[in-house]
């Protein structure tokens, strides 16, 4: 994530050996805030959002709409009131663009309301090996006309307004699902969408265009029904919580042999998190929207795949190679999707864990390790918050940077450490 010139990185500094115990509430889904930022702009009306996590790529995405033209109240706080009524831009700003992989979420409403979308190449998290395939396929099925530009920008535009589409996605992207959707709410007519992703912030951008006006069927299946075109209109909404968040603190705990309750994610989005936790024999159960965690000696098992919803997620598999260094046995930890992930956590070998990275893919990890502090490079957000995980657990001193690569998903990330009693200190800052 690029900082402006002149200004430096900053370093957490994590004294480990010591539990993480108390309580903590979670924030939003931050999967689900920015396509519903996005969806913002389908109206004129102004919207209120409730319960958004206060996190570094929420901030990027309000400033690309307000450089865009719309009108955001409320940020840095929980609730934002976006009024899209005056956006004249159709080129997102291209430095913020290159911050946030989610930016590509608004072609569908510029293609909507401008007719035309110039967007520089998103970045985020492993930019090289996200393609922009499934959200290309929905916008031009859908009326979008991709136009040549040397630049390497992705240009469409819709002079005829976009159009109702029958489309099999080349794959069950999360957010080329909810391009999809986007654009889909706009077009007049029923669009249905199939090998759809399922996640719950799909299904609940879902529920959100519905109450905007937009008529969506199959809700959390693979096959979504969508009936737009009409007039949309703002609506409030408070997202659900972030079960990803929920179980990257309950790893946290669990690897320092801490107590933590955790609240605000619901149970049902948990339980493919919870069990492989429970799975690694880690005492944790789940009570409407609170995640209790008690000390634990965790286990290996043979081994954890990733897999697109209900399936255990990837955005977890950093942690869980760090939970499987403190297990008793050999776990094989596969991530099909992103081998960056992988590649990231070999610096816990410098960190005296037993790992062997088989092939881009595929981990196995030998536990339980004692872990000494090192020096660590948070490469993408997940990763990041994984070692930050390792430092806790670890004796003796680690420095984890760039720490706003983690603050970009994490919010308030060094006090809520210290209120569960991490001994940290932040340099640089």
Request: with cysteine.
């Amino acid at each position: 994530m690029a900082k402006p010139v002149g200004s430096s990185f900053t370093s957490l500094v994590v004294e480990g050996g010591h539990r993480l115990e108390g309580r903590i509430d979670v924030g939003g889904n931050k999967n689900a805030a920015l396509p519903l930022l996005a969806a913002c702009l389908l109206t004129d009306g102004a919207c209120v959002l409730t319960n958004v996590p206060r996190i570094k790529d929420v901030q990027v995405m309000s400033d690309l709409l307000r450089g865009l033209g719309a009108v955001i109240e409320g940020e840095g706080t929980a609730t934002l009131r976006v009024d899209g009524a005056g956006v004249t831009g159709d080129v997102p700003d291209r430095d913020l663009v290159g911050r946030l992989r989610g930016s590509v979420l608004l072609c569908g409403p510029l293609l909507a309301r401008r007719g035309r979308v110039r967007l520089a190449p998103p970045g985020g998290d492993f930019p090289a090996r996200r393609t922009l395939s499934a959200h290309l396929q929905a916008l031009e099925a859908m009326g979008g006309r991709r136009l040549a530009d040397r630049g390497g920008d992705f240009v469409l535009e819709a002079p005829d307004g976009l159009r109702p589409a029958s489309l099999y996605l080349v794959e069950a992207s999360v957010t080329g699902t909810e391009t999809a959707l986007l654009a889909a709410a706009a077009a007049p007519g029923v669009s249905e969408i199939r090998h759809a992703a399922c996640e719950p912030h799909v299904a609940e951008l879902c529920r959100f265009l519905t109450r905007m006006g937009a008529e969506v069927e199959g809700t959390g299946t693979s096959t979504l029904r969508v009936a737009g075109g009409g007039r949309l209109a703002g609506v409030e909404h408070r997202l659900g919580g972030d079960y990803i968040e929920a179980g990257s603190w309950a790893v946290a705990a669990a690897v320092t042999g801490g107590e933590i309750d955790v609240h605000g994610a619901a149970a049902g989005d948990l339980e493919p998190i919870t069990s492989v936790l429970k799975r690694m024999a880690i005492d944790c159960e789940v009570d409407d929207d609170r995640l209790r965690l008690r000390p634990s000696r965790p286990e290996a098992v043979r081994q954890i795949t990733t897999s697109p919803w209900p399936g255990f997620p990837s955005d977890m598999v950093s942690l869980i190679c760090v939970l499987a260094t403190q297990a008793r046995g050999a776990t094989l930890i596969h991530d099909w999707m992103y081998e960056l992930r992988l590649f990231a956590l070999e610096q816990l070998s410098g960190m005296s864990a037993d790992l062997f990275l088989c092939d881009p893919h595929r981990m196995i990890v030998n536990g339980p390790a004692a872990l000494t502090g090192r020096t660590l490079d948070s490469r993408d957000l997940r990763s990041g918050m994984a070692l930050i995980a390792a430092a806790l657990a670890a004796e003796g001193t680690s420095r984890i940077h760039p720490l706003e690569t983690v603050e970009r998903g994490y919010a308030q990330l060094v006090e809520r450490l210290l209120a569960l009693g991490a001994r940290i200190h932040v340099e640089g800052r």
